[in-house]
T-cell receptor
Framework: DGGITQSPKYLFRKEGQNVTLSCEQN?????MYWYRQDPGQGLRLIYY???????QKGDIAEGYSVSREKKESFPLTVTSAQKNPTAFYLC??????????????FGPGTRLTVT | AQKITQTQPGMFVQEKEAVTLDCTYD???????LFWYKQPSSGEMIFLIY??????QNATEGRYSLNFQKARKSANLVISASQLGDSAMYFC????????????????FGTGTLLAVQP
């Protein structure tokens, strides 16, 4: 079955540590995205990538970093510079292009807790 | 500025009744797309329905329909014959077309509406 996997589902870290969240897709999508969701809020875009070896900052990129070395993979690193890292993180992918009809497919999410 | 507004933080509906979830949007781009997603308590976002700005008819997908009123910039989701499994958060989202540099497939999300279906 095609889809997006994120691991782990729950992640706990101590303050000051970097942590990397995994995102893998087998949908053959060119574009991938990382969102952050806080309680009572919608999704906010952290980073996105439309093609391998290229990515752009979203609305809240500070304290995060990404890489896109393979089409299938788009890992997100939450660095110690991120002031409020505890949140629910969602990865998504979509067909890339100029059309507006390309829905994004989401993974199951990773809930990160930093204490 | 691009913006999605969902003014209903939470709603109740009786099982088997219809419910409308409100969504208004703001964009200066003539070409855009509107999406609705469902987020159950498990957290995964599930795509429900899509409406293009140039579509002449309202989109429908099974029990979901989108009441698209372009002049009012609203794109309300209508769920007919509600089921207990419809209890979830519902998010409205917008993607702008390429005219305003929107070729990135970026989505802008509203804050969501929590729907509770009562037996």
């Amino acid at each position: 079955d095609g889809g997006i996997t994120q691991s782990p589902k729950y992640l706990f870290r101590k303050e000051g540590q970097n942590v990397t969240l995994s995102c893998e897709q087998n949908l053959n999508h060119d574009a991938m995205y990382w969102y952050r969701q806080d309680p009572g809020q919608g999704l906010r875009l952290i980073y996105y990538s439309q093609i391998v070896n290229d990515f752009q900052k979203g609305d809240i990129a500070e304290g995060y970093s990404v890489s896109r070395e393979k089409k299938e993979s788009f890992p997100l690193t939450v660095t110690s510079a991120q002031k409020n890292p505890t949140a629910f993180y969602l990865c998504a992918s979509s067909t890339s292009g100029t059309g507006v009809a390309y829905e994004q497919y989401f993974g199951p999410g990773t809930r990160l807790t930093v204490t | 500025a691009q913006k999605i507004t969902q003014t209903q933080p939470g709603m109740f509906v009786q099982e088997k009744e219809a419910v409308t979830l409100d969504c208004t949007y703001d964009t200066s781009d003539p070409s855009y797309g509107l999406f609705w997603y469902k987020q159950p308590s498990s957290g995964e976002m599930i795509f429900l329905i899509y409406q293009g700005s140039y579509d002449q008819q309202n989109a429908t997908e099974g029990r979901y329909s989108l009441n698209f009123q372009k002049a009012r910039k609203s794109a309300n989701l209508v769920i007919s014959a509600s089921q207990l499994g419809d209890s979830a958060m519902y998010f409205c989202a917008m993607r702008e077309g390429p005219h305003n540099g929107g070729a990135t497939n970026k989505l802008i999300f509203g804050t969501g509406t929590l729907l509770a279906v009562q037996p």
